[in-house]
């Protein structure tokens, strides 16, 4: 026999068509079984609902205190605006009390209205400092209302 006559021997077995199938089956389905993994919490839903709801309580504080922190800058900055506008106003009253005559009067009637104005946006500046995060919006517009009111008094 040489070499190229050489056949190898093909090895048949009577095993039956159904362990094959069962066996395929196994086969296919064992290692997607061990492969998954349960995803089923262990935690409980009461647990997860607190957990949320104490974020959601984190968020709000700080959304509060970051709204907080814009409302006192801006205070401040009108705060300041009002002091320099107080300037202007004792600049006016100096003014007033060395004029004579009818340009004493203009003055004067200036300085009564100049006084109304700086008092409404006094008034609006402490109402800004006492706002809470969620109405200081609507105080920033009259306490803007009242400064640039007070500042056209000594244009």
């Known amino acids: 026999m040489t070499l190229n006559q050489w056949k190898p021997r093909q090895v048949t077995r009577n095993i039956p068509m159904r362990y ?7 086969l296919c389905i064992g290692p997607l079984l061990l492969g ?3 995803k089923v919490s262990t935690t409980p839903a009461d647990t997860k609902v607190s957990d949320a ?3 959601i309580q984190d968020a ?3 959304t509060t205190d970051a709204a907080r922190a814009k409302l006192d800058e801006y205070a401040e900055e009108m705060g300041k605006r009002l002091d320099e506008l107080n300037t202007k106003f004792d600049e006016l009253k100096d003014r007033a009390a060395q004029a004579e005559g009818e340009a ?3 003055l004067e009637h200036r300085l009564e209205q100049a006084k109304a104005k700086r008092d409404a946006a006094a008034e609006k500046l ?3 400092q006492q706002a809470d995060a969620e109405r200081w ?4 517009a009259g306490m803007e209302a009242a400064i640039d009111d007070l500042s056209k008094a000594f244009e």
């Open 20 to 26: 094959t199938g069962v066996f395929t089956l196994a």
């Open 36 to 38: 998954c993994e349960s």
């Open 53 to 55: 709801a104490e974020k």
């Open 60 to 62: 709000a504080e700080v």
């Open 104 to 106: 004493k009067v203009e």
């Open 126 to 128: 402490d109402e800004l």
């Open 137 to 140: 919006e609507k105080v920033k």
